[in-house]
């Protein structure tokens, strides 16, 4: 199945790029294959299981998933504390990866009690994001339902239920719920607490999605999520979700799709949709009236513009999903006009994807300080079914 996609989807475009070849060299650059030793970092890897999975590389998927949890599941060799992040002994922390949650990856160490918070440095340290999480329990999903791996659902469920218990919280007690951005390393409590503005729609429809997957025959597949999914829907439904970042419009596209993939029957009937997709048609128009890529490529963020890239891929599964349900899609007239909107830009999508498949692009010092995060969403826009559509 995914290698055909592959044929199918990875044409060279003008440049002669293509995401098999950004991905072996992702591959070698970061040890996933060769002698290097591995260097990981959550958001980028969560993407890259997804594109060998498109590739029909499921070994190497399945590899890098190994490393993950190896590398970022455990504490920092810079660090006093050793061992498994969730403080498990060996056998445990083999069988329940996630239970600890995920480092990010950064290259210093998380923030000191008593250092006073260089907010530009803070992007350079370590810790636990939410938005990394929940990208990462995508992932091993989307890798359980293509290959069948029972253990990877369990260790998405795990993750989910351990990260909602740390980053969410009262301010008061019967508030409504929060969550923080951003968590030490042992979660044990926040470096940075203000709320990320997409995390809770994000949460929701994740946790949805592996609830969703129920394969036949089952057993241990970890906690249901129950809980979970209500504290997210009230979180969500305070939450103002336009946002003119292209990154964020990008996530909000591709989140309408999963959410419509999951609803399966009468999708239009769905007012969070109809929140999200008008969100993301806003957004889009605010961020392209700014005139984007009018603006030299040196002085632009390759993953930021891809993301975007990718959700307007999600536009057009978007559509034949919606007209399915046309009857209660017309009667959302607001959905129906955000979604026309829309479907026009979606062949922006290619031209963000060839600029960047351009070498001269590639040389530039914006491209190499990101180059494995751009790499690989770079691949992500080419071949979009592994991190899109759910088996």
Known sequence: MATSQAKRHDEPTAAGCTAASLMHAFAERTGVIGDLPPVRYLWTDAFAVCNFLALGQADL?????????????????????????????AQTGTEHPTRGGLRIG??????????????????ERDGQYFHYLARWMHALDQFSRRTGHADAGRWARELAQTAHRAFTYAPTPGAPKRMYWKMRIDLSQPLVEAMGQHDPLDALITYWQLRAHQPQGRVGHGPELDAELRDMAAIVAGT?????????????????????????????????????VGAA??????????????????????F???????????????????????ASLDAQPELRRALDVLITQVPLARTITDAWCDPAAQDTAAWRAHEDINAVMLATALVPEGYLDLA
């Open 61 to 89: 998927a399945e590899r890098l998933i190994e490393q993950v949890h190896a590398v970022l599941g455990q504490h920092r060799a810079d660090d006093a504390r050793t061992g498994w992040i969730g403080g498990m002994d």
């Open 304 to 326: 930021r513009e891809l993301g975007l890239a990718i959700g307007l891929q999600a536009v057009s599964r978007l559509w034949v999903l919606l007209e399915r349900d046309a």
């Open 240 to 276: 103002n979700l336009l946002t003119d970042d292209p990154l964020g419009i990008g996530g909000l596209l591709a989140d309408a799709n999963r959410l419509a993939q999951l609803l399966r029957v009468r999708p239009g009937d769905n007012p969070l949709l109809g929140l999200v």
């Open 281 to 302: 048609s806003r957004g889009l128009a605010r961020y392209l009236a700014t005139q984007p890529f009018a603006q030299p490529v040196e002085t632009r963020l390759a």
């Open 106 to 123: 950064k290259p210093l160490p998380e923030r000191d009690d008593d250092t006073v918070v260089d907010w530009d440095l803070e992007w």
